[in-house]
């Protein structure tokens, strides 16, 4: 099937779409991206990252390049173009295309914008998740502003193959205090011995999940004990549960934490049911 890209305003054949060698995300990593799941043709959790690709722009000095109103319209038509029902599109704006230089160019220039889209099979990632899945613990060697979402992504690139070479779909990074920050493209969650839901809190080096916020409406909801305290390895080996969230993954439950099985070693009934609601929430809000 064709598939299409948007590049710097318009549609081009997938396989066609090219930026420059000097735009400063190909040199420098100096861009930001947002992936937004795509149910039923729609967009989830939308106005979460749309709010969360202004900080990451505002954070980094890069200017907006439309309005919220016209991005809408052009993530809509990517999924339109590309036929996709189920699955992801892809944004990433940079600070554009300048004669290479560390510092921002002097005259600012436009900055630029990729939009793609691409299908998932579903049922095939249904069936995946009711398996659960596996994660590996790398140390944590990322900058100190995972709060922004950049394009620069080399520690969670390296820390995915490891997972890959390790038989798991995901590493977990741990800081120098021995605690979880979160996935290479995930947040990572527990049920801890005692019941209780955790995360790590926001105000640690962590991107803010929008999966990860959507979700902590459902679980206020169902009066779940819930709290934002971090856990070591050790605790999630030792807990009744664990998942992964975000875009991708959703809410994938997890049944081993470096080789070690959580409880039975099947995908857990909390986790299980929470991915089920937060799927039904996020299909009836998407747009
Ligand atoms: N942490 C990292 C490092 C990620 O790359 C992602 C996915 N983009 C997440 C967490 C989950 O974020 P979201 O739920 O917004 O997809």
Not at 70 to 77: A, D, G
Request: charged share 25%; hydrophobic share 45%.
């Amino acid at each position: 099937m064709s598939r299409f890209a948007y590049v710097n305003g318009r549609f081009v054949r997938h396989g066609e779409a090219a930026v420059h060698i000097e735009d400063r995300g190909y040199q420098l990593a100096d861009g930001v991206y947002e992936v937004w799941a795509v149910f039923d043709g729609k967009l989830a959790d939308a106005e979460g990252h749309f709010t969360r690709l202004w900080r990451s722009l505002d954070e980094l000095r890069i200017a907006h390049p439309m309005s919220q109103a016209s991005l809408l319209m052009v993530l809509r038509e990517a999924v339109r173009r590309n036929k996709v029902k189920e699955g992801l599109c892809y944004l990433q704006v940079t600070r554009g295309v300048a004669r290479r230089d560390h510092a921002f160019p002097n005259p600012a220039v436009p900055p630029s914008v990729v939009i793609t889209a691409k299908s998932l099979d579903r049922a095939a990632t249904e069936a995946k998740a009711a398996l659960g899945a596996s994660v590996v613990s790398v140390p944590e060697t990322r900058w100190a502003r995972c709060d922004i979402k950049s394009i620069g992504l080399l520690p969670n690139a390296l820390a995915k193959q490891a997972a890959r070479e390790r038989g798991a779909i995901e590493a977990w990074f741990v800081d120098d205090m021995g605690l979880v920050t979160e996935g290479a493209s995930s947040n990572a969650w527990i049920i801890d011995a005692e019941g209780t839901l955790r995360t790590r809190d926001t105000n640690a080096n962590i991107l803010r999940g929008i999966t990860r916020s959507t979700l902590l409406e459902v679980i206020r909801a169902s009066g779940l004990p819930f709290s934002e305290k971090p856990f070591t390895i050790a605790e999630a080996q030792a807990a009744k549960e664990a998942f992964i969230t975000g875009a991708g993954s959703l809410v994938t439950p997890i049944v081993a934490v470096d080789g070690v099985k959580l409880g039975d070693g099947k995908p857990g009934p909390v986790a299980t049911r929470l991915r089920r609601s937060y799927i039904e929430l996020a299909r009836q809000k998407a747009v």
